[in-house]
C-alpha cells in the first residue's frame, strides 16, 4: 500500500511539474522605449550663479529681472527668448539651446530639465534657473 501511495504521489509531482512547466513557446515581455520629446512651456528666471555669486529670486526681482526674462519652448524645437522687453526667435534640441543672437548656431547653451526647474549652463561660470511659468 506504502509503495502505490508513493507511485500515486510521484505521478501527481511528474504531471504537477508538466504542467507549470509551460512550452517555452511564450514571448518575452517587452516594453516600448519612448523616444525622448523635446520641452514644452514658458519658463521664467528664479536663480542665478554667476562666477559663484548666487543670486536669488529676490535679488533678481530687484534689478527687474524676474518679469522681463523668460524662454518659452515650443515643444517643437523652436521657441521665443525674452529679455528687458526684446523678444528673439530661438532653436533648441534635446541637449542644447541655439544662441538666438548668433545666426550661424556656432553658439550653443546645454540646458537641463530636472525637478521642474530649468538650468542653462552659458558657460562653466554662468548658470541661469528659470521654472514653469504659472
Not at 512651456?41 to 529670486?57: N, Q
Not at 523652436?78 to 529679455?83: A, C, D
Request: net charge negative; aromatic share 12%.
Amino acid at each position: 500500500m506504502k509503495k502505490l501511495f508513493a507511485m500515486i504521489l510521484a505521478l501527481c509531482l511528474v504531471f504537477g511539474l508538466v504542467a507549470c512547466g509551460g512550452n517555452g513557446d511564450t514571448a518575452p515581455e517587452t516594453t516600448e522605449a519612448t523616444e525622448p520629446q523635446l520641452i514644452s512651456g514658458t519658463y521664467v528666471l528664479c536663480k542665478a550663479d554667476v562666477s559663484g555669486d548666487i543670486l536669488e529670486k529676490d535679488q533678481l526681482e530687484e534689478f527687474g529681472m524676474i518679469e522681463t526674462t523668460s524662454i518659452t519652448f515650443n515643444g517643437d524645437g523652436t521657441g521665443i527668448f525674452r529679455m528687458d522687453g526684446e523678444e528673439l526667435d530661438m532653436k533648441y534640441d534635446l541637449q542644447y539651446i541655439i544662441d538666438p543672437y548668433f545666426e550661424d548656431e556656432s553658439e550653443k547653451f546645454a540646458y537641463e530639465l530636472k525637478d521642474g526647474i530649468l538650468s542653462v549652463h552659458l558657460n562653466e561660470d554662468q548658470i541661469f534657473y528659470y521654472e514653469l511659468a504659472k
